[in-house]
């Protein structure tokens, strides 16, 4: 007797399945469908119809993707997308690198171009780039308070 994971092996036998762009379209779909239950309520249904027509969209290509049988499409299809996000990524490297790590701030060196880490420490401060020597003043606006110091009890 076949169990419905052998079946369903058998059926996905030489479609092309899951990868990044699927994995993105799914989440894009996802985002979407949280959006929809936001703009129901609005006065207007056509922000609620677009979010809808959108979030429709997004799953019947991820899942046309994934049953498609045209691996060399998908494929090449899926290498465009890589690209391009290996294009955008390094754009938001910096806030990521920044929320992981508050209590330090990251500037570029105006001659060198070079990255420096700081002490997030409020005010004006005047530092030298270790690579090129170069001395730049650095303004912060806002210091990071550790959050895990509770005070006196």
Known sequence: MNSFREKLIRFM??????DQLSGFLMGAGLVFGILCLFLRFLPTFIPYYICSFLNTFFYVFAFFR????????????????????????????????SAKDRNY?????PKC?????????????????PRCGQKFNVWILIEYKNSTSYGNY
Do not use: Q
Not at 113 to 129: D, E, N, Q, V, W
């Open 13 to 18: 036998y030489g479609r092309y399945g899951f």
């Open 105 to 109: 701030i990251y500037k570029k060196c």
């Open 66 to 97: 994934i049953l498609s049988k045209n691996t060399y499409k998908r494929t090449l299809e899926n290498e465009k997308y890589l690209r391009l996000r290996a294009r955008v990524m390094p754009l938001f490297d910096d806030k990521i690198k």
């Open 113 to 129: 171009s070079s990255k420096l880490r700081l002490k997030r420490i409020k005010g004006k401060h005047t530092t030298k780039c």
